[in-house]
């Protein structure tokens, strides 16, 4: 099977097989913004699920600026170093991998958190998000210089710990993205206009990790096939900039698409003949494998073992991307690696309560709290109600998980 193959790396690392679990908000660090027990749980039980690659939810690099309230922070002065070593060796001897998503919001922190946003351009969100996020100020030479120098010391910290490997969250409307896209990137300067300078922030911020961990320890990132949104970053500049970091020796690109504002990569808005047809981004990748010489994983939308060995064969992709689905069900992986007929059991949720459904971000409520049941050594519940997750989830992280604030 091409699912159960092992994959190599341009930095000459080897991947076990082709499945990667994308990174899920796990929203539970403790004071200090350090990675307790529970990530350890959470994410030994993902590699005893036999899933090759795991990708951490988005580790912030500055603890002014969170997506969530409870993210963990990598940042020179912050004493946390311990939590992350013991989170890192969760894969104890299965040949398995963690890797670090590294993160910067942007004008993405909501309200509650800060309205100190920033960004590439003081653009605001359109409505009705702009009741939720503070309309950024645009960001000054040095803090951009400043928020690179970031991006390096964090990854340098990931190797020292013990993780495998990171990865730049350059997806899905976040800082990076933000820079990449001309609708909220309207600077006049080196760092916007034409798409080679509104990509020079992320080839910078490449850079400064790569200086920071050297040739041989994998960097990949996380990039929109498109925004789907008009006036934003376009297929056409997603090829470009692909293109452009597979040169510069960029190890794994994860595609997916969309932003908060058009939240695509939940497969809330996407074509009936997409989800039919599985894989939300597939048809998107097909271009941008033809153009780039390093591995392409996709995420979104795979449910059975059948459509990925496909997927594989054909050649569309190099590593199957899995998130919902194995957050109810973290054996999935040895399911599919032992040739079984399974199929994902994600389906969509619902309060029962259209009202509710359009206020509450349920799939983030639930999905949230499997993770925090196998952080405590249970496990998920498959066919939990969304009532007893917001009651959980509310009563572990209190009210604010109860806003719309993240995709």
């Keep these: 099977?091409?699912?159960?193959?092992?994959?190599?790396?341009?930095?000459?690392?080897?991947?076990?097989?082709?499945?990667?679990?994308?990174?899920?908000?796990?929203?539970?660090?403790?004071?200090?913004?350090?990675?307790?027990?529970?990530?350890?749980?959470?994410?030994?039980?993902?590699?005893?699920?036999?899933?090759?690659?795991?990708?951490?939810?988005?580790?912030?690099?500055?603890?002014?600026?969170?997506?969530?309230?409870?993210?963990?922070?990598?940042?020179?002065?912050?004493?946390?170093?311990?939590?992350?070593?013991?989170?890192?060796?969760?894969?104890?001897?299965?040949?398995?991998?963690?890797?670090?998503?590294?993160?910067?919001?942007?004008?993405?922190?909501?309200?509650?958190?800060?309205?100190?946003?920033?960004?590439?351009?003081?653009?605001?969100?359109?409505?009705?998000?702009?009741?939720?996020?503070?309309?950024?100020?645009t960001l000054t030479e040095g803090e951009i210089l400043d928020i690179i120098q970031r991006f390096g010391y964090a990854a340098k910290v990931v190797k020292d710990c013990g993780f495998g490997g990171v990865q730049i969250h350059g997806a899905h409307g976040y800082l990076v993205a933000q820079f990449l896209s001309p609708k909220t990137n309207i600077r006049e300067d080196r760092w916007g206009g034409s798409i080679e300078n509104r990509m020079l922030f992320v080839i910078e911020v490449y850079n400064s990790i790569r200086k920071n961990v050297g040739e041989k320890f994998p960097v990949g990132i996380k990039i929109n096939t498109a925004d789907f949104q008009k006036g934003g970053f376009s297929h056409e500049e997603a090829i470009q900039v692909t293109k452009k970091l597979s040169t510069l020796g960029i190890d794994l690109i994860e595609l997916s698409g969309g932003t908060y504002e058009k939240p695509t990569m939940t497969g809330v808005k996407v074509k009936e003949s997409t989800q039919k047809r599985e894989a939300y981004f597939l048809e998107y990748a097909k271009d941008i494998k033809q153009a780039v010489n390093c591995p392409i994983m996709v995420t979104g939308g795979f449910r059975t073992g059948k459509f990925m060995e496909e997927s594989l064969d054909n050649g569309d992709l190099d590593m199957v991307g899995l998130a919902r689905p194995v957050a109810i069900n973290p054996e999935f992986p040895n399911?599919?690696?032992?040739?079984?007929?399974?199929?994902?059991?994600?389906?969509?949720?619902?309060?029962?309560?259209?009202?509710?459904?359009?206020?509450?971000?349920?799939?983030?409520?639930?999905?949230?709290?499997?993770?925090?049941?196998?952080?405590?050594?249970?496990?998920?519940?498959?066919?939990?109600?969304?009532?007893?997750?917001?009651?959980?989830?509310?009563?572990?992280?209190?009210?604010?998980?109860?806003?719309?604030?993240?995709?």
């Design 1 to 137: 099977m091409k699912i159960a193959e092992p994959i190599r790396l341009p930095c000459g690392v080897t991947l076990k097989n082709r499945l990667a679990k994308s990174a899920m908000s796990e929203n539970m660090a403790k004071p200090g913004y350090f990675a307790g027990q529970e990530f350890y749980n959470l994410y030994k039980r993902w590699a005893e699920g036999g899933i090759g690659l795991s990708i951490s939810g988005n580790v912030m690099i500055d603890r002014k600026h969170l997506g969530e309230a409870n993210n963990v922070v990598i940042e020179e002065g912050l004493d946390n170093h311990q939590g992350l070593k013991e989170w890192a060796s969760a894969y104890g001897n299965t040949g398995n991998q963690i890797w670090v998503q590294l993160n910067h919001p942007g004008r993405q922190i909501p309200k509650f958190l800060s309205t100190d946003n920033v960004s590439a351009s003081a653009v605001p969100f359109d409505k009705p998000m702009d009741t939720m996020f503070a309309t950024p100020r």
């Design 335 to 407: 399911q599919l690696l032992g040739g079984e007929n399974v199929e994902s059991e994600v389906k969509p949720l619902t309060s029962g309560f259209k009202i509710l459904d359009s206020i509450y971000p349920l799939e983030i409520i639930w999905y949230t709290d499997q993770l925090h049941r196998m952080g405590k050594l249970k496990e998920p519940r498959k066919n939990g109600g969304i009532y007893s997750s917001i009651f959980n989830m509310t009563c572990s992280m209190g009210f604010q998980i109860l806003n719309r604030v993240r995709s």
